[in-house]
């Protein structure tokens, strides 16, 4: 549903391309149009055809060519600079990517950063303006809920749901709609901030055929009246411009929904009504932006990504995918009997990934959970290594090193560890004190990692050492 704009429903997402296949929006790889110098730092539209060219491409290419390149920029590539200004709002990279040492020392040589924060961590160490933004518990947003776009596929329903404060805000913070506004008004940009909210910014456009409920662009609004108009607006949305019903209905009803059918679920029935052909086995169009990308790199004498163009291909290929990790093992001095054991990651349900480490009801629910707080191995396999369950072992790479109790099991590979969520905190209130182990500092950032989408893999070739008896 992301594909090709209006990403509204799935379906609308579907349109058919000139040879009679599905329409994907790829960055233009041909001579006339490629574009040779990145709008952005991480270059999706200049390296990744795949990544398309909407708001979130920026996380779909390979982001951290932000942080590789800003330390050195690689062959007849321009160099990339630290911004001269660095927002960052509810994210905290120094723990949420990979090499993080690295990543820090980047943020570091950023000249200002401005963070919105609730409480001490990582990232916001090194900001020169914490700004205090109201939790979700004491701020207003409309969310769409339901249908075929958020979260979950399978709703019988789609329509508006209101979060609304529940508890008046602490100390001097303020509602992000608030503060987005004075933004606006600071920087001169108010009227274009009303247009992108009249257009649908927000949440739902104000104005269609059927109804009209604009801001007035010229003027400063608060943040009840955006969010009534847009309540307002989302009211005639789903009941085809019959009712308006505002704020105060969202406040006392708290969700609006219509019900649809259960074939929006699905993509098939509109590929059928447009006619649209199945693009197999053959992946022509792959192979042709492959080629194309190719060239203009060549042009350009750029030779460094000719590995990532190696996987464009009309039909698959079978790829020696361990093996990458390998022979980068061994290209960076190491050996295969230091670093005997892949290491591997699971997302956790109670951890946003690093996001959340700090709330303590999170760490007691973690506690009652087998895997959590420590470095699961094969119970065989410790016993080789001299290994009890519950011992301190240190497991380490080739970029750093991490430790945590032993937790032993069966129900895993003799070669592979597992170690739950991203942890490696040091500043976050009591999430420092964990102790938790954490393979953020076990994997680098490496052009070999790097497939041709951007993408890398939480992967690593580890040893394990044991350190002590268990506490």
Known sequence: ?????????????????????????????????????????????????????????????????????????????????APDIWFCYRTNPSISFWDTKEVVKRIAEFPFIVAFAYSYDETNHMADVLLPECT??????????????????????????????????????????????????????????????????????????????????????????????TCQAA????????????????????????????????????????????????QERLYRVGLELGNRLHERGIKWWDTQLCEYGGLPKVHDFPGIWEQETIKQGGSFKEFPFWLITSRSMQYAWGSNVGVQLMDEVAGNLRGHKGVVINS???????????????????????QGPAILSQGIRPDTLLMMGQFDHWATPYAKDLKAPSMNSLIAMSMALTDSTGSGADLARVGVKRLGAAS
């Not at 708001?55 to 800003?70: E, R």
């Not at 016993?383 to 790479?397: M, N, P, Q, R």
Request: aromatic share 10%; with cysteine.
């Open 1 to 81: 549903m992301r594909l090709n704009r209006p990403a509204t429903t799935r379906q609308a997402s579907v349109k058919i391309n000139e040879d009679g296949f599905m329409y994907y929006p790829m960055n233009p790889t041909s001579k006339e149009h490629w574009a040779p110098n990145p709008a952005v730092r991480n270059a999706h539209g200049t390296m990744v055809p795949l990544s398309a060219n909407s708001p979130w491409s920026t996380a779909l290419g390979p982001t951290h060519f932000s942080w590789m390149f800003q330390k050195e920029s690689p062959e007849n590539w321009p160099k990339v600079t």
């Open 136 to 229: 979700d518990f004491e701020s207003t947003q409309l969310i769409r809920v339901g249908g075929s776009k958020f979260i979950e596929q399978f709703w019988d329903h789609e329509g508006f749901a209101l979060r609304q404060p529940a508890v008046k805000p602490h100390g001097d913070t303020r509602d992000f709609t608030e503060i987005a506004t004075e933004l606006a008004v600071r920087a001169g940009l108010l009227e274009d901030y009303n247009k992108a909210i009249n257009r649908g910014s927000a949440c739902v456009s104000l104005r269609t055929d059927n109804y009209d409920f604009s801001l007035d662009t010229t003027q400063r609004h608060s943040v009840d009246t955006i969010w009534d108009r």
């Open 235 to 282: 009211s005639a949305e789903l009941s085809n411009g019959r009712d308006s019903d505002g704020l105060g209905w969202y406040k006392e009803h708290g969700l609006r929904t219509r019900p649809i059918s259960r074939l929006s679920w699905y993509l098939f029935p509109e590929l059928k009504k447009q006619g649209i052909r199945f693009e197999m086995p053959f």
């Open 380 to 402: 065989g396999k410790a016993k080789e290594l001299g290994i009890a369950d519950g011992d301190l072992i240190e497991v380490h790479s080739y970029t750093g090193k991490t």
